[in-house]
């Protein structure tokens, strides 16, 4: 797998909670890593609601958990810069938890948007990555998350890669496989795209598996090791997009779905 010269670029990726930076984009940022891009990652929320899996050390919050572990993530990821929104955990649709005053659903997500497109702009970001329109699962964090990384894409005219999975491929190569099943059934609704609807496809090597592996079980407090299937290519080799604006920063990685013969390494 060739790795192009993406020095001089740089890249913000938008997400909910910690982990989901691991789960849908940890191959694409490691990879940008690699090509000398700067990846600057920005996280609204610490995923306050998501209970911990795993014992607290004395005196630990779940928040505080989740933080360390992002920054852990990060890491190993390549990430240049981590930046915290400082928003609460919205929960699951229909929860009352959406009503608390710092949750990120309740935000003005053009103000938020602001933020980002400043963010980015001082950074030089010529290009946004964040969720897709149907917030990948419909989490209502994660429709926020769009709304406010499509309106920063907007004002500054860069270009966006919208996350989304590829619910045709999982339900052949991987069913029931994939992290994002089990929050969909969580959340009560559907997941993805079909295979037809979605743009680019990026994938890595065996190397880029085993460190988005490391990457999500770096989130221990939420995620156990034994779900994640023996066949871990799978369910995790392809990260998805649809792009909104000229080919960018993420297609020079390759696009694995219009080579549909190149499967990710195993």
């Not at 060739?2 to 997400?15: C, F, W, Y």
């Not at 680019?200 to 085993?210: F, K, N, P, Q």
């Not at 023996?230 to 960018?248: I, L, Q």
Request: no cysteine; charged share 20%; aromatic share 4%.
């Amino acid at each position: 797998m060739s790795r192009p010269d993406l020095r001089g670029h740089t890249v913000l990726a938008l997400h909910a909670h910690p982990d989901d930076e691991s789960i849908f984009t940890g191959i694409t940022l490691r990879r940008l890593a690699d090509a000398g891009a700067r990846t600057v990652l920005v996280v609204a929320t610490a995923g306050e609601l998501g209970s911990s899996r795993v014992p607290l050390r004395a005196g630990e919050t779940v928040p505080e958990r989740r933080i360390a572990e992002l920054e852990r993530a990060a890491e190993l990821l390549g990430v240049s810069r981590l930046v915290l929104l400082g928003h609460r955990d919205s929960g699951l649709p229909g929860w009352e938890s959406a009503q608390h005053a710092r949750a990120l659903i309740a935000a003005d997500p053009l103000h938020l948007a602001r933020i980002v497109a400043e963010l980015a702009d001082d950074e030089g970001a010529d290009t946004i990555v964040h969720d897709d329109e149907h917030g990948i699962y419909g989490h209502p964090d994660h429709r926020a998350v769009h709304r406010i990384g499509a309106t920063a894409a907007e004002l500054l005219a860069a270009t966006s890669y919208r996350i989304t999975v590829d619910r045709e491929h999982l339900h052949v190569s991987a069913r029931d496989q994939h992290l994002v099943h089990g929050a969909a059934r969580a959340a009560s609704v559907p997941f993805g795209r079909v295979t037809a609807e979605i743009a680019l496809a990026v994938a890595g090597t065996a190397e880029h598996l085993t460190v988005k592996h490391s990457a999500i079980t770096a989130h221990e407090s939420q995620v156990d090791p034994a779900v994640l299937p023996a066949d871990f290519a799978a369910a995790y080799g392809y990260e998805w997009y649809v792009r909104t604006g000229a080919p960018g920063v993420l297609d020079a990685l390759g696009n694995a779905h219009l080579l549909g013969a190149a499967a990710p390494a195993r």
